[in-house]
């Protein structure tokens, strides 16, 4: 009898890290400017990604900039003096879903921007409820997010977009605020003066960016441990979440101006403007077109 060898073959399963599709807007820069505006950002949670989070253990998503760019406008500051900053802005979440019955079943306080500081390079947002419950079924048991009851929330937005957006979603149940706001009770109110922008102001004054190259958004999510005194927050233990898709939120560009030259008769008020531009121009080193 010939012998024979038995090939035992052994098949890993792996589990592949969750995954959140970002969505962004890119926006043209003077990519030396220290005040300028960057495009949105909206993040799509499609399945129990962040299930682990609660008031107690919550998790933390941070977005940072890249190219040394760094925030050029405070809106959120847990320590600050000033009122006007010194609450997180509780971000509207919106479930798409087509299926009926289904409604978004989040509290309020589920996300919420805790750290948006002038000169920090990353903007820190809290979770701190359980993604397995965040869909009210049209059975009344709850779900976490899927492919067809996706969940999805935004910064970058105006006050006034982020109430449009919301506008007709808040009626029948499918966001659980009807803009993002500092007023947890806003949800009651119904005030649109409520509402907080989440615009994006970027100082690029000292950065890497490059005429023609993009500003991009990094993405991490982290354990309760990020959070090492109240309002401050450091990259802590992590927690595996793939962001995929978008990360452009701005272009470089160089800033320039340009005039048209008009013909007037030369007595006529209009030559004197024609000739005061070409001072200016040749002044600060422009031209006229």
Not at 35 to 61: C, F, Q, R, W
Not at 85 to 113: C, K, Q, R, Y
Request: glycine share 6%; aromatic share 6%; with cysteine.
């Amino acid at each position: 009898m010939r012998p024979f060898t038995l090939l035992f073959l052994t098949i890993t399963c792996l589990t592949l890290p969750a995954e959140i599709e970002v969505q962004t807007s890119i926006k043209d820069v003077y990519h030396r400017g220290a005040a300028e505006l960057a495009g949105g950002i909206t993040l799509h949670v499609k399945a129990d990604e962040l299930a682990e989070a609660s008031p107690t253990n919550p998790l933390y998503l941070r977005i940072a900039l890249d190219q040394n760019a760094v925030l050029a406008q405070t809106l959120v500051n847990l320590n600050a003096r000033n009122v006007d900053v010194s609450l997180p802005i509780f971000l509207a979440a919106e479930l798409a879903s087509n299926t009926p019955g289904n409604i978004l079943n989040m509290p309020v306080d589920t996300l919420s921007v805790v750290r948006w500081v002038a000169g920090d390079d990353a903007i820190w947002i809290r979770v701190q409820r359980s993604s397995s419950s965040w869909v009210r079924l049209a059975d009344l048991s709850s779900a976490a997010p899927s492919p067809d009851d996706q969940v999805h929330f935004s910064i970058g937005v105006s006050a006034r977009s982020s109430a449009d957006d919301h506008d007709i979603t808040w009626p029948i149940q499918k966001s659980n605020l009807p803009y993002n706001t500092r007023n947890p009770d806003a949800a009651d109110i119904g005030d649109p003066g409520l509402a907080s922008s989440t615009l994006i102001c970027v100082d690029l004054h000292y950065s890497l960016l490059l005429l023609g190259e993009r500003l991009r958004v990094l993405f991490d999510a982290y354990g309760p441990d990020a959070e090492i005194l109240p309002g401050i927050y450091v990259p802590g233990t992590v927690v595996p979440i793939v962001f995929s898709n978008d990360e452009d939120i701005a272009r470089g560009k160089d800033r320039s101006c340009s005039a048209m030259a008009i013909a007037f008769p030369l007595d006529s008020p209009g030559t004197t403007l024609v000739a005061n531009l070409v001072t200016v121009t040749r002044k600060f080193g422009l031209s006229l077109v």
